[in-house]
């Protein structure tokens, strides 16, 4: 059997950055990864993140998770994962950490907005802009544009939930500045990061649908993989009060996760006789991963979640008036660049399709609440939608 630890990334065998960083003074024994890691902990666009909508938009409690937290969680997960199959672990950090950063305020009902303002000049996905904000719109060095991330960091996040074959405008770009073979299967590294993701949303939805009064767990429980995991904590736990054993509940269902997706992803790499970080990627299919039968009960539970959760009525009232808050306002900096702001309007490009791109990029990067603040600035405090008045 091949350890999976032969197919680790290994930072000194990097593809490098897309520019040369000559002078640079490198501060203690950071590597690559590391370093790639704590450029992105440190942007302006990932601490944007706390004031973004997860699940709820703008939620009034301060117990309920936001982009930030979740890329926390995610980021522990995977960095876990990989830490019991002897790959990297700051690269999955880095993918963790950074996998959310393209996303607009609102959420998906933001992105939805952007998507169709933008249809006529390439649209908007999440995840192109994730790269674009990292390799280009986030500009703190003196000499280039973006943060100069490692390729593999780059190509993790562009083929983390598998190979690319007809990419946005704004992957396009970066693959043609700096080409992340998005025909190809990502690193373990990412692959894992994209599990780790799937793990954290699906429980720590649960927790915070069942705080929030959204979730019924009567209902909840009629899912086979919920109640045979709730049953072995009541068993433990007998007569301890509901709502600790639902929050024993989400812990056991992440351990049970982890645990499956590292028997999985190992025995997968045993099955395909790959051993090396290349063969991983020309494997023909994702090695890291749910087993198959995990993974089927995991897209019931996600079947369960959009139908209870992500589509409860209150939810897609408070998704239709963030898409109404977003279209409104791109159409407003359409007709009037200089409501953007010096800075942006200043930098306005010419031509129609990239200054519809500029404006994209503008009102991706706003949190929920400046969003709300420059909407209400441009159409009154009057004007802003009920459901989102609270903001």
Not at 111 to 117: C, F, V, Y
Request: with cysteine; hydrophobic share 45%; charged share 25%.
């Amino acid at each position: 059997m091949f350890p999976v630890v032969a197919c680790a990334s290994d930072p000194a065998q990097s593809r490098g950055r897309r520019y040369a960083e000559l002078g640079r003074v490198v501060r203690g024994p950071r590597d690559d990864f590391q370093r790639d890691r704590d450029r992105i902990i440190h942007s302006i666009a990932f601490r944007r993140l706390r004031h973004k909508t997860q699940v709820f938009v703008a939620p009034d409690g301060d117990h309920y998770r936001v982009r930030l937290t979740h890329s926390i969680e995610v980021a522990q997960i995977g960095r876990g994962i990989a830490r019991a199959l002897g790959l990297n672990e700051d690269l999955t950090e880095a993918l963790c950490l950074a996998h959310d950063i393209g996303h607009p305020p609102f959420g998906h009902a933001g992105e939805d907005a952007l998507k169709a303002a933008m249809a006529d000049h390439g649209g908007f996905d999440h995840n192109g802009h994730t790269l674009r904000t990292l390799a280009a719109l986030e500009c703190p060095y003196p000499r280039f544009d973006g943060l100069n991330l490692t390729w593999e960091t780059l190509e993790g996040l562009a083929k983390h939930n598998g190979p690319v074959t007809n990419p946005g405008w704004a992957l396009a770009d970066i693959d043609g500045d700096f080409g992340l073979d998005l025909g190809s299967h990502a690193s373990l590294e990412a692959q894992i990061a994209a599990v780790a993701d799937d793990i954290a949303y699906d429980n720590h939805d649960i927790d915070d649908g069942l705080r929030a009064g959204l979730l019924d767990v009567d209902q909840l429980m009629e899912q086979p993989f919920v109640a045979a995991n709730f049953r072995a904590v009541e068993d433990r736990f007998p007569g301890a009060p509901r709502d600790r054993l639902l929050r024993e509940l989400v812990r056991d269902q992440i351990g049970v996760m982890v645990n499956d997706v590292i028997a999985a992803t190992t025995a997968n790499v045993a099955a395909a006789g790959v051993a090396s970080v290349a063969e991983v990627r020309a494997a023909g299919r994702s090695l890291g991963g749910f087993s198959a039968e995990l993974a089927a009960e995991e897209r019931e539970l996600k079947r369960f979640m959009y139908a209870n959760l992500y589509h409860h009525p209150e939810q897609v009232a408070a998704a239709a008036a963030a898409n109404e808050v977003v279209g409104r306002l791109f159409a407003a900096y359409a007709d009037d660049p200089r409501l953007m702001g010096e800075d942006w309007s200043a930098r306005l490009p010419g031509e129609e399709c990239a200054t519809t791109r500029h404006i994209g990029d503008y009102i991706a990067g706003m949190t929920d609440r400046f969003a709300i603040d420059r909407y209400a600035e441009i159409f009154g405090r009057a004007e802003v939608p009920e459901a989102l008045a609270h903001v």
